[in-house]
């Protein structure tokens, strides 16, 4: 796997959540050093700020990541991870959704919607699914952009993700209530 310790834990949220918000991996400034997933950075920050404005709380969920461990540079720095990488944790979140066993799934950024493939192959790319709604795997899927300051600036302004989390609530709500959800 890595030579550290990886992010996962009861700090991830519930076990018998029906939301699983799936990201990239460990941030060096974030869950790398709080062993807590979005917490201690900006990213986690605004993650919270989402998640509250759709009254959601962290013990309402539960959030892993495609990699375990923080990928960096050789100068320390955050890295996407490698292939390789989201390989050898691939079995780990194999087992991860197994046991959590999600009504929806949500996706932060393309990385962790590539990943979940192993999981269930699906053909969905962020950019032509971000916020819209999936059947996949006997579930919903629900593929947003990643809540880090460099999206935020560039890809997916906060207006905007403020209205993804709203697509995650009425597909909540649909579930929670026993109904069919309408995917894209």
Not at 46 to 60: C, G, K, P, T, V
Not at 107 to 127: C, D, F, M, N, Y
Not at 146 to 170: C, F, G, K, N, T
Request: hydrophobic share 40%; glycine share 6%.
């Amino acid at each position: 796997m890595c030579d550290r310790s990886a992010v996962l834990s009861e700090r991830n949220g519930c076990v018998t959540a029906r939301i699983m918000f799936i990201g990239e991996a460990p941030g060096r400034k974030g869950a790398d050093q709080t062993r807590v997933p979005f917490s201690g950075d900006q990213s986690g920050k605004n993650f919270d700020r989402f998640l509250a404005s759709i009254n959601l709380r962290r013990q309402d969920i539960f959030i892993t990541s495609a990699a375990l461990c923080n990928p960096r540079t050789e100068t320390g720095a955050n890295r996407k991870p490698s292939k390789l990488e989201l390989n050898n944790c691939s079995e780990f979140l194999h087992r991860t959704f197994a046991l959590i066993n999600p009504a929806i799934v949500i996706t932060l950024g393309s990385v962790a919607l590539e990943a979940i493939r192993t999981i269930q192959p699906h053909g969905l790319s962020l950019k032509a699914s971000a916020a819209q709604i999936h059947n996949w795997n006997d579930g919903v899927l629900v593929p947003i952009y990643h809540p880090s300051p460099q999206v935020l600036a560039s890809h997916r302004r906060e207006p905007e993700q403020l209205a993804d989390y709203q697509v995650i609530a009425r597909a909540l709500r649909s579930v929670e209530e026993g109904d069919r959800v309408n995917a894209a």
